[in-house]
């Protein structure tokens, strides 16, 4: 036994023996491995050097996705092939205890497990980097697809991607080989031989994991509706995601076990072979098998969620560039003036003309021989006032301030008519409260020597009246002003009357910066016209910021081909990166169905043994089996579907970021996503079913002899 080729030899027969327990385990590090060989490879691929002229954010965008991809992976493995070792192990529990009862010390079984862990990690990796590497170009060409970008020539093995891959497969398996031995370490021989023989006592209701799982799971449902626009959406969406996880795992692990004894109470529905059987088999098990259960429903959904959000990003990328760039030619020329004088000049305030602005783009576009075909302007400004509320001076949220003609060139409604002094109110911000009615603010951050410790010395500004609600189109401002990048989670929009207002609060505010943006599209350019408007409009045409007046202006030029280059670069990114992690969660999903089938058949081949020699026959034995199936095996789906349901409004919203507001294809993207899942879950299901009934239907060894 001291001999070395001993360990080897056994360790090598006990895999072969519980082959249908290592098979699967052995398939998925397979497959794990080959799916993080293929986006280190795809990080690391020379081909980035020939990703087109005239993009570029290709190399970015890959480069990007496939970095949150190698992350969300690896954090995915550790969990995975952790959770998926216990399966192997608990199974394993009296075959270990056996080697104890034969005479081997916890040294020698320590030698076969190390031996087993190197099978798996020399079989799994070396096989799951060869079919990574046979792959890699078939995932290149799907990605480059998608991203609508040039496919680079020529085959290569990444050999950096080779030793990474290798290096973190190993390490997962030897942390999986360090747990395995600290169990067998800290456990007894006679508990390792009746490991699989501890019978389950009949679960008691926690009534305060159903409390909390009633209470999370709702919370979680009423941020998904509530949540008024997609600012709120991004700060609360995982946090609805957390809420809704609690809750799905007290839903599975005690919600269940209070409806299973209810329908044992129900007398007309519980005496009746087929559900005495399997409500009575569920009940017993469920306290441990809801955590299985939980996990397929999460992992469901977030497979679900991926494919059919970056499908509707994908789908309505045509729409998106239709919208932004509706001709051939898009610029942009913007202007900056800070408020940072303590005086402003004539001069100064005269700078602030949108009309002049306009002029001035314009003839820049004269001189480079084109002229605008449609176009708008809108200004606006962002500042953060200090208010008096409640009885204090508070400072306020990042507030846009935009004027009505801006308002109108964003919603494509009529101007309002607003005195000077009124304003319209649009929000979805908790402090919408500040601007409710009235506000006004103090007109200068510098105290001169006053005591402001008593509101009463304080200089406010005149007052300001709410004349109104108004359409919120603070998405709109965020997604066509690129330059505004923060706070807008937080953020309130008021609508004034015109440019003069806007000057009033940054001038005696003193604070604050004034925007003006006006899009010019340009339609049916030859080449040479669009190389000659880009090369007249790439320059900066005004900085004053050398007089120290705040002022900056420039021009940005882009072309359609462009736009459409980043808009699907970026949603065939999402695209690839969503449907990749949803292949690998999905067959992570599979591997724990299979292992839960296949641990319960052995858990009631004994049962339905003695069942059958009590008069049971084999007819009513597989109804029971069909409807325990059945139950457990769609309760994941359905409940996957209805967080789906109450998560689409979350999904809209953050579409609406990326300018998609098409409710019917994300709806239908949804949907079709729903229905490819119920179709695979079917067959995993007929699949799976099946070794269930080939265990149950097998008398035991004992009952053989």
């Known amino acids: 036994m001291r001999k070395l080729s001993f360990y080897p030899k056994l360790a090598a027969r006990s895999i072969k023996n519980n082959r249908q327990f290592y098979l699967p385990y052995i398939l998925t590090v397979i497959g794990t491995c080959a799916a993080m060989y293929i986006l280190y490879a795809l990080n690391f691929d020379p081909g980035f050097s020939q990703l087109g002229e005239g993009t570029t954010n290709g190399q970015a965008y890959v480069s990007m996705f496939m970095t949150i991809g190698i992350f969300l992976v690896s954090v995915f493995c550790f969990i995975f092939l952790v ?51 046979l792959l890699h170009k078939l995932m290149t060409l799907l990605l480059y697809s998608l991203m609508r970008l040039p496919v680079p020539f020529g085959f290569s093995v990444q050999l950096p991607a080779v030793l990474s891959t290798a290096m973190f497969f190993a390490l997962m398996i030897f942390l999986t080989l360090i747990l395995n031995l600290w169990r067998v370490g800290r456990s007894k021989p006679v508990e390792l031989l009746r490991g699989g023989n501890v019978g389950e006592k009949e679960p008691k209701i926690n009534w305060f994991i159903v409390i909390i799982g009633v209470l999370s799971l709702g919370g979680g449902y009423f941020i998904a509706m509530w949540t008024p626009d997609s600012m709120w959406a991004i700060a609360l969406y995982f946090v609805a995601v957390f809420l809704v996880i609690i809750g799905t795992y007290c839903l599975f692990t005690s919600l269940s076990i209070m409806a299973l004894k209810a329908l044992r109470k129900n007398k007309r529905y519980y005496y009746k072979a087929k559900h005495f059987i399997s409500v009575s ?23 679900m969620v991926m494919i059919s959000g970056t499908l509707s990003l994908y789908a309505g990328s045509d729409e998106i560039v239709k919208l932004n760039a509706p001709t051939d030619v898009i610029s942009q020329g913007r202007h900056y ?28 576009y004269a001189e480079a021989g084109a002229e605008p075909t449609s176009g708008y302007q809108v200004e606006y400004l962002e500042v953060s006032l200090e208010i008096p509320y409640n009885g204090a001076l508070v400072v306020s949220p990042t507030l846009y301030i935009i004027t009505a003609d801006s308002y109108a060139a964003l919603t494509g409604e009529e101007a309002p008519q607003l005195a000077s002094g009124e304003y319209l109110l649009c929000s979805g911000s908790p402090y919408a409260d500040y601007f409710t009615d009235s506000f006004s603010y103090l007109i200068s951050s510098e105290y001169n020597g006053r005591d402001y410790s008593d509101p009463a010395n304080y200089e406010f500004s005149r007052e300001y009246k709410m004349a109104g609600e108004c359409k919120n189109v603070l998405n709109d401002v965020i997604r066509n002003q690129t330059i505004i990048t923060a706070g807008n989670d937080a953020a309130n929009l008021l609508v004034v009357d015109g440019t003069d207002t806007l000057n009033e609060i940054g001038l005696t505010s003193k604070s604050g910066c004034y925007y003006w943006e006006g899009r010019y599209n340009f339609a049916q350019l030859s080449d040479d016209e669009i190389v000659a408007l880009v090369d007249r409009t790439i320059e900066q045409p005004y900085d004053f910021g050398a007089a120290g007046c705040g002022y900056v202006g420039y021009f940005y030029t882009t072309t359609r081909v462009s736009f459409e280059r980043d808009i699907f670069g970026f949603a065939g990114g999402f695209l690839f990166l969503g449907v990749f992690l949803g292949l690998v969660f999905m ?17 009631d081949q004994r049962r339905f043994d003695i069942m059958r020699k009590v008069g049971l026959s084999r007819r009513e034995a597989r109804r029971s089996i069909r409807s325990q199936i059945l139950t457990v095996f769609f309760l994941p789906l359905i409940v996957a579907a209805i967080h789906i349901a109450f998560d689409f409004k979350l999904v809209l919203q953050l579409l609406t970021l990326f300018a998609l507001n098409n409710t019917t294809l994300t709806a239908l993207c949804t949907l079709g996503t729903l229905a490819v899942f119920c179709v695979i879950y079917a067959a995993v299901y007929m699949l799976t079913a099946r070794a269930y009934y080939k265990i149950v239907d097998a008398r035991p060894q004992e009952a053989r002899n």
């Open 587 to 603: 067959m992570a999903a599979v591997l724990i169905i299979y292992y839960k089938q296949v641990s319960e058949g052995y858990e």
């Open 337 to 364: 003036f800070y408020y940072t004088m303590e005086e402003s000049t004539p001069e100064e305030r005269e700078l602030i003309n949108p009309d002049a602005l306009n002029d001035y783009v314009l003839s820049r």
């Open 281 to 303: 088999g569920m009940l017993y098990r469920m306290k441990r098998n809801g955590v299985g259960l939980a996990n397929i429903c999460i992992i469901a959904t977030m497979v």
């Open 83 to 133: 959770y998926t070792n216990s399966f192997l192990m608990k199974r394993r529990t009296k075959e270990l205890g056996l080697y104890s009862v034969l005479g081997m010390g916890k040294k020698n079984i320590a030698g076969i497990m190390v031996f087993e862990s190197l099978y798996i990690a020399v079989i799994g990796i070396v096989l799951g980097l060869a079919l990574g590497i």
